[in-house]
């Protein structure tokens, strides 16, 4: 049992496909996942709880049927603000959730700008601008962080100069201490505490991305997930959408699960909105396979905003008029790419794990 000290709660699962059809997961998961309001004295109620005479013990009413909502097809923002009214959201936020909701620190902070709980938010024109100032520069600082790792932050590449990384690396999942090495004999080996909070990663994970758990950043062969974020070519330079790229991943990539590579928006930071529904190519075909094998077992991934120009077939396409990314002459947004293995290999400061897996980009 656990108690949420928010209102608001988001719970997140992967559902794995079942011979490249989604289906028999979906039924799965409708048939057997029930949301409902809790009842106290019934399962999940302690005996503690009971002790104090408030409770009383007594078997759960029926269970109501989970309503499933279809998103699939569907679109909503997801981007906060980056001016003043960046701070108008967090002040609605705090006053329709608990007090304590917030750590005591962080509502400290919130209430030297005038955000309390109980309290109007009504910044003069002086303060309006500070905090307009403050979310613009917070947003440039995140995106330095998110975009351009390589240079304040070589320790969340995966191996050496590489443009693929993950700022996990840095403080793990909590952001304070790195992810547990592992010993010859397969057990987890934890790292001792810091005692420090990894902000820049804090930071740089967060702006782009919704949440982490510890089985995002593993070590460990054959569990939990592994995560590689890339926003820069070969060169060094950003990643162009009226430039075609391609990724080659070599033979036999140690995931039992599934491998995928997906195309992102910088702006947005979801998903890039195009024709092909859903911009991603890996061991799973569905939706679409958008990769070549090579007769030495490895895969190329091609990936380009103008389909009529160079190779004609199986390519991953990265434009769509409705995201304005087809203005010429002008130069598209770079996009940025992850690329997840759906169960982890362990961390290799080498080159041996990595050599030609992103040729050109």
């Known amino acids: 049992m656990a108690r949420s000290k928010t209102n608001r709660v988001i719970y997140a699962s992967r559902g794995y496909l079942v011979d490249n059809d989604p289906k028999p997961t979906v039924e799965n998961i409708k048939k057997h996942m029930k949301i409902y309001p809790y009842t106290p004295g019934g399962v999940g109620t302690s005996i503690v709880t009971a002790l104090e005479g408030k409770v009383k013990l007594e078997a759960n009413p029926q269970v109501p049927e989970t309503k499933f909502v279809e998103a699939s097809g569907k679109a909503f923002n997801t981007i906060p603000p980056s001016d003043y009214s960046f701070f108008e959201i967090i002040n609605a936020n705090v006053q329709d959730e608990p007090a304590d909701s917030y750590n005591a620190e ?80 397969g057990l987890f080996d934890p790292l001792p505490p810091t005692g420090a909070r990894t902000l820049d990663s804090k930071t740089a994970f967060y702006y782009g991305y919704t949440l982490d758990s510890p089985g995002m950043i593993m070590r460990l062969p054959k569990a939990g997930s592994q995560y590689l974020m890339g926003f820069l070519d070969a060169n060094k330079n950003d990643l162009d959408g009226g430039k075609t790229y391609k990724v080659r991943l070599p033979k036999d990539i140690p995931a039992a699960a599934f491998w995928s590579f997906t195309l992102y928006d910088n702006q947005s930071r979801s998903m890039l909105q195009t024709p092909q529904g859903y911009p991603r190519a890996g061991s799973q075909s569905y939706p679409s396979p958008a990769a070549e094998a090579a007769a030495d077992g490895s895969t190329t991934i091609y990936f380009r905003s103008d389909p009529t120009r160079g190779r004609e077939t199986r390519q991953l396409d990265t434009d769509h008029a409705w995201q304005g990314l087809v203005h010429a002459p002008s130069p598209l947004q770079p996009a940025g790419a992850v690329l997840h293995k759906g169960v982890a290999v362990e961390r290799n400061r080498t080159r041996s794990l990595m050599v030609g897996m992103w040729e050109q980009y």
């Open 106 to 185: 962080l509502a400290g902070q919130l209430a030297a700008i005038g955000i309390v709980k109980g309290k109007e938010f009504k910044p003069d024109d002086r303060m309006k601008k500070i905090l307009t100032d403050a979310a613009a520069v917070g947003n440039a600082a995140s995106r330095a962080l998110n975009w351009r790792f390589s240079g304040p932050h070589p320790d969340w590449s995966y191996y050496p100069d590489s443009m693929w990384g993950n700022m996990l690396w840095q403080g793990g999942a909590n952001f304070e201490t790195p992810p547990p090495m592992i010993t010859k004999e």
